[in-house]
């Protein structure tokens, strides 16, 4: 388990063990570089020792009040805050003291516990098997089965990838696995767990009578992201920054000019290709006046599939991780903390289809009820494609809610039109898709939303894409917009203000507007991606190849054998291939692996 973890963990590794119970670590050195910050760190009585992921920004301060009541330190690491932390105020006292990204192991040997804990927004993975009075975790999926910890693949959860891309929620591809959920302390003893949430996000309070003002927002929002920023800059090794022509990763390289940080900027550039930004990612950088280089993405094939593969352990779909996976290779010579812009859509509202939900909510408030069955019916006269299919939309999610949200998605739909599901997944369906259409849902249709979407997308995306690609060369992602206090502000803002004059988080453009160009406040948002349906059509032409044939698919009978030639011979003639063949490109890849693993 520890020699599949050497490329997350390069600098050293360490193991500890007590009775039946053993603890291993790959270390990243960040802070501390000395062997004082060695792992497992152990309690000087060994009756405690944790294993640790992440960073804890506020150890400083957590290390200067455990000073005050007499405890002493050995290292300058932030490690040791945990288990001093964990003796002198105990696991619920710790962790909500906590100000950082972190998934942590800790053993007490006089109870015979074992605590996991993973950080509020599941910024860092922590993976798990619980079965027959055992229980095993690590880091990644792929270490859990060198260890012999896992079932078979589950096809529930084959399903879910094939809907969206990746494995999300707290399934894992493996039966008997499970993804520690965020903002969660699971607590094992007696062969027994049981879980219990130390936090959760607030939302905004509607009968607030003082709401916050535009300015007042944007003022509190400016100085919590250079707070933030600065907190991200702790660190014993060489830092980067990732730079894209949008809003929320020019706040960041702002913050870092504004603290005086001395670093480069780096950008994937993709040659050629309308989605490519390194122009205005240029452009900013001059603005700010800080280094910057630009990575370009090969186009000429696929680019590093097994890589993927070995970096998310689980088969993994989204488009930008291949990107990810090559900025981090090359920042590597450079630095060993990479901050990027993730997280700012999620919280400020960035997203053009939240938007969507949310004035879809606002006309279900003002609706009658008993206009809403004619609506329905109305909505489904309109045609599914073309002009009118927007206004189909607004009509079925502002009287259908969520239900309607989700059917709209085209992925398991694309399979079933063409019958390329195979016997292993006949008669199985994901929950979402058993929704009903509700009224009360589309009056809250924001919030649903933002849940759906949290769970399926920046947990089963978005976060194991960054942290996977990056971790793959030994680097340390850090973003400044996933800090817990600034999403409790921005969380507690009315959607009114974060949509302030229909613009997507307005708060966020209005600080790139005031403190660096009103241009690039307005720049659309594009998306740090590959554009896999042009590049597999244009480029990667002999890519899908793979899907021809014999298959893994078929022969273990996920795909209909033969119901893939058609699909593959449309998209080529419009040169143009749905994401739904690129998750049965990447899927077959995982499975070749698998039987030969």
Not at 35 to 40: C, M, S, T
Not at 104 to 125: C, H, S
Request: net charge neutral; glycine share 8%.
């Amino acid at each position: 388990m520890m020699d599949s973890l050497a490329r997350r963990g390069p600098d050293s590794e360490g193991f500890e063990a007590w009775p039946g119970v053993g603890l291993g670590h790959r270390r990243l050195s960040i802070l501390d570089l000395s062997p004082a910050g060695h792992q497992p760190m152990l309690s000087d009585d060994r009756k405690a020792g944790v294993v640790f992921n992440g960073c804890i920004y506020n150890f400083l301060e957590l290390r200067a009040e455990l000073e005050q009541h007499g405890h002493r330190f050995r290292s300058e690491c932030d490690t040791e805050v945990l288990v001093t932390g964990y003796l002198h105020w105990g696991i619920d006292d710790l962790v909500i003291r906590l100000r950082g990204m972190f998934a942590f192991a800790l053993w007490d040997e006089i109870k015979r516990t074992l605590f996991l804990v993973r950080d509020r927004l599941g910024v860092k993975p922590l993976v798990y098997y619980a079965h027959d009075g055992e229980i095993a975790f690590a880091s990644t999926v792929g270490a859990l089965g060198a260890g012999g910890f896992r079932g078979p693949v589950d096809p529930e959860a084959i399903l879910q990838f094939l809907e969206y891309g990746n494995v999300a929620g707290d399934q894992c591809i493996f039966e008997r696995l499970s993804k520690l959920p965020p903002a969660t302390i699971l607590e094992w003893q007696n062969g027994k767990a049981r879980q219990r949430t130390y936090w959760t996000l607030p939302h905004w309070d509607e009968s607030d009578a003082s709401p916050i003002t535009f300015d007042e927002a944007v003022d509190e929002a400016e100085t919590l992201i250079v707070d933030s920023t600065r907190l991200r800059l702790i660190s014993d090794v060489p830092i980067a920054a990732l730079l894209s022509g949008g809003v929320d990763s020019t706040l960041v390289c702002w913050a870092l000019s504004r603290l005086n940080a001395n670093l480069t900027a780096f950008t994937v550039g993709t040659p050629g290709d309308p989605s490519d930004e390194t122009g205005q990612a240029r452009q900013t950088a001059r603005q700010l006046g800080i280094p910057h280089e630009v990575v370009e993405l090969p186009p000429d094939r696929p680019e590093m599939l097994s890589e993927m593969e070995d970096a998310y352990s689980e088969p993994f779909a989204s488009q930008s991780a291949q990107a990810m996976l090559r900025v981090s290779r090359a920042v590597k010579s450079r630095a060993t903390v990479l901050l990027t812009g993730d997280g700012g859509d999620d919280v400020f509202l960035g997203y053009s289809f939240l938007h969507n939900a949310w004035l879809a909510q606002e006309t279900a408030r003002k609706l009658p009820a008993p206009l809403v069955p004619p609506i329905r019916m109305a909505a489904a006269c309109l045609p599914p494609v073309g002009p009118l299919r927007r206004l189909r939309r607004y009509f079925e999610y502002s009287t259908s809610g969520l239900s309607a949200y989700v059917h709209a998605h085209d992925g398991l739909p694309y399979f079933a039109g063409y019958g390329i599901l195979g016997e292993r997944l006949q008669g199985l369906t994901l929950p979402q898709r058993k929704l009903a259409p509700s009224f009360d849902s589309a009056r809250r249709l924001l919030s649903d939303v933002l849940a759906y979407q949290h769970r399926n997308h920046f947990l089963g995306e978005f976060m194991p894409k960054v942290d996977g690609g990056t971790m793959y060369y030994g680097i340390e992602s850090r973003s400044p917009f996933l800090d817990q206090k600034l999403w409790e502000f921005a969380a507690r803002l009315s959607p009114r203000l974060r949509f302030r004059n229909g613009v997507l988080k307005a708060v966020l453009r209005e600080i790139v507007r005031r403190r660096v160009d009103p241009a690039i406040a307005s720049r659309p948002k594009q998306g740090f991606t590959v554009p896999v349906e042009r590049w597999l059509a244009e480029r990667w032409t002999g890519a899908l190849d793979r899907l021809t044939g014999a298959t893994e698919l078929e022969r273990q009978g996920w795909v209909r054998k033969g119901s893939l030639e058609r699909p593959i011979q449309e998209a080529r003639a419009r040169r143009w291939v749905p994401t739904q063949l690129w998750f049965l490109l990447i899927l077959e890849h995982w499975l070749e692996r698998q039987s030969t693993a």
